[in-house]
């Protein structure tokens, strides 16, 4: 059975590896195609951080019972990650190596400490003496002490340092480089048209004597490495701590995590490689890479803004809903009908507006919303911080297992709580990853509710670059069960099931999404062998619940057209006993390709969701999450033709195959960019209806 998928890491590398294509790609602007690299680089370090520990650990079990899990033993998938990351990491070098060359075109230059000239060097050591030193601890290593706690996301400097009179004999520290407080990159002096840039650790390396001046060492010798450590944890099971407490506990054990990557410079000293790799335990399971100059090239996605950027096109910018062009309040319009916003090419002001509105007006008796990562100085806490303190109800779930968000997630909590905000932490055992928000008003005695259901997070910051759809609605069927789904998140004891079982028009999960989306499968399929139409385009982020490829599966060979839009994992293969094959590709583009649709023929219906769900085991039955059917008939026709325009993409779409070759869809006429298209689409129904 398992020749049936690809290995769902397998899978997540070829993602990243059309990430890495756009920053090949010579027809991107330079500066962004220096963002995908660090993007790159950054996916990498949480795959390793995540997946990769995730494998490590599944060795520990019983491989049959692993195996069904991932599709494959980890013992090949590691194998098989390591191969494909060796690769990548070549590719990625020669893609960089091309990146500076054009940064010379432009006239930036990266410098390092051993190519500075004279007035650059008295800049550098100024600088590192007013704003580096200080925060430079260096550790001298020895085999008779313990290796050193070292930071999962820093990045450090290996010194070998000798005197004269024992040219034998090395000395080995390590250095931090603190780029939380001074950042990675600084700016140098320059009197010409050049711009040169220094990175922090290259500042510091050129003042390696004046660090070590104490112990009078003639020669150094200074490379950098970083570790990769297991950032999953465990949550005890003591009911005497609250679900906060956990986290908190939780997020400080991960400093204990096992390393899972060791990535050096391969130029660094081969005894201090030597000593590293013993100090840390590692072993022929881990990976041990060699690598270039540059690691933690993750900062790389705020390199300085020093490049010439070409004019932003007008298809980069963000425009009103047409439906809010000449109203003055948001909600009046949601009280007549339903209105979709697509982000980022709408803005995502109407979402912060609807929540003023309701902050400050006097009808309006509560606020109930859920919140899974949130912006660093969110507009939407604020608008709920000030309805608070207006009297109004404010509840807001805030999901504290928020991978890489746990942290910021606890601050939220804390600041809202003492604003009179009632923060609840959901349902144990249940990652809440609904998108949902119901305000309540009343008037005359009346009633009224209205709110929103969305496929992407709350978060007016990453609307600007991800791509996602926000129903804004007073729908009485869509605000009963939300109204019910807050119910079950203030009782956090009561019966799940019964609770989600009872929701209408909303699809929920866990096991009611699932059911449905097998029941619309069958229903296609019986369409198919009766020689109907049948068909299904299906967009995700990913796609690896075996239950539900096999249901493709006998889709495909019933003869259902299929069609998939799939940003990252994608487990399932084509077979030959298939009818009609599954059609997926990929988009990956400027804006990230976030939002989650199904599409059902249904004899010509067409039912449309939008859901916060992908269609993973971990979505499906271990988390709350949420899809709402789109009944309006305009916005029906708006969805299916924005899911008709990426499946005619022949720039920025590649096949997702059997053999996950990542090759681009043929042009076989005029190029075709879905997300340009995508905006001309809606700008223009703006433009019809001014």
């Known amino acids: 059975m398992q020749d049936q998928f690809n290995a769902r890491d397998v899978t997540w590398l070829s993602f990243n590896e059309r990430v890495m294509q756009e920053a090949m790609d010579e027809s991107v602007p330079l500066h962004i195609r220096i963002r995908f690299l660090g993007i790159f680089s950054n996916n990498l370090d949480e795959f390793f951080r995540v997946r990769v520990a995730g494998l490590k650990r599944a060795m520990d079990f019983k491989q049959k019972i692993i195996s069904d899990s991932f599709f494959q033993p980890p013992s090949k998938i590691l194998k098989q ?120 650790e290259d500042v510091i390396i050129y003042n390696l004597p004046i660090i070590f001046s104490y112990f009078e060492f003639d020669h150094f010798e200074a490379h950098c490495f970083k570790v990769t450590k297991d950032a ?44 590293l790799i013993t100090k840390l335990k590692l072993s022929q399971r881990d990976s041990i890479i060699a690598g270039q100059k540059i690691h933690n090239f993750k900062h790389f996605m705020d390199f300085p803004d020093i490049l010439q950027k070409e004019e932003t096109p007008i298809e980069r910018t963000s425009f009103h809903h047409p439906a809010f062009e000449n109203s003055a309040r948001i909600t009046d319009i949601l009280l007549k009908k339903d209105v979709m916003l697509t982000f980022p090419y709408h803005t995502y002001r109407p979402v912060i507006d609807l929540l003023r509105e309701a902050a400050m007006d006097p009808h309006v008796k509560s606020i109930q919303i859920t919140a899974y990562r949130l912006a660093n100085n969110s507009k939407i806490v604020n608008a709920l911080i000030y309805a ?164 493709l599966y006998q889709a495909a060979e019933a003869g259902v057209a299929v069609k998939m839009i799939v940003r990252g994992i994608y487990c399932a293969v084509n077979r030959k006993s298939f009818k009609k094959q599954i059609e997926a590709i990929s988009i990956v583009d400027e804006y990230l390709e976030h939002s989650r649709i199904m599409y059902f023929y249904n004899k010509g219906m067409g039912d449309i969701y939008i859901s916060s769900a992908d269609w993973m085991r971990r979505n499906l039955d271990y988390r709350i999450e949420a899809a709402v059917k789109i009944t309006q008939k305009d916005l029906k026709k708006e969805i299916k033709d924005l899911l008709e325009i990426q499946l005619k993409d022949n720039v920025k779409a590649r096949i997702l195959d059997n053999k996950m070759k990542n090759k681009y869809v043929e042009i076989t006429e005029t190029p075709f960019r879905s997300q340009i298209e995508t905006y001309k689409y809606l700008r223009t129904k703006t433009q019809q209806n001014n």
């Open 232 to 275: 999953e944890f465990d949550l005890d099971n003591d009911i005497k701590t609250t679900l906060s407490e956990k986290i908190e506990k939780a997020v400080k054990s991960r400093r204990k995590g096992k390393p899972t990557r060791f990535i050096f410079d391969k130029d660094m000293n081969a005894e201090l490689v030597k000593f």
């Open 388 to 551: 608070a303190r207006n009297g109004k109800i404010v509840t807001i779930i805030i999901e504290l297992r928020a991978r890489f968000d746990e942290e910021n997630n606890l601050l939220w909590t804390e600041r809202m709580q003492l604003e009179g905000v009632n923060v609840l932490h959901g349902i144990p055992n249940k990652k809440v990853h609904a998108k949902l928000c119901i305000i309540k008003k009343r008037v005359n005695n009346k009633t009224i509710q209205y709110g929103f259901v969305s496929t992407g997070n709350f978060n007016e910051k990453t609307a600007k670059i991800y791509s996602d759809n926000l129903l804004m609605t007073s729908n009485r069927s869509v605000m009963a069960d939300i109204n019910k789904i807050f119910n079950l998140f203030k009782k956090p004891n009561a019966d799940i099931h019964q609770s989600l079982k009872n929701c209408k028009t909303l699809l929920m999960c866990p096991d009611f999404m699932r059911e449905k989306i097998n029941w619309q499968i069958d229903r296609e399929i019986a369409e198919a062998k009766a020689g109907r139409k049948a068909e299904m385009i299906i967009k995700v982020n990913s796609l690896s619940d075996r239950e539900i490829i096999i249901k």
């Open 81 to 200: 990650v390591h191969d494909i990351v060796i690769t990548q990491q070549d590719k990625f070098n020669e893609c960089w190596e091309k990146i500076q060359a054009e940064m010379a075109e432009n006239k930036v230059f990266i410098k390092t400490a051993k190519n500075l000239n004279e007035k650059e060097e008295k800049f550098v050591a100024q600088y590192f003496d007013k704003e580096v030193e200080s925060n430079v601890i260096p550790i001298l290593l020895n085999s008779h002490t313990p290796m050193p706690y070292l930071r999962d996301k820093s990045l450090y400097i290996g010194v070998a340092m000798k005197k004269d009179e024992k040219p034998n004999e090395h000395n080995f520290a390590i250095i931090e480089v603190p780029s939380r407080f001074s950042g990675r990159f600084v700016l140098l002096p320059s009197d010409n048209e050049e711009r040169n840039v220094i990175l922090l």
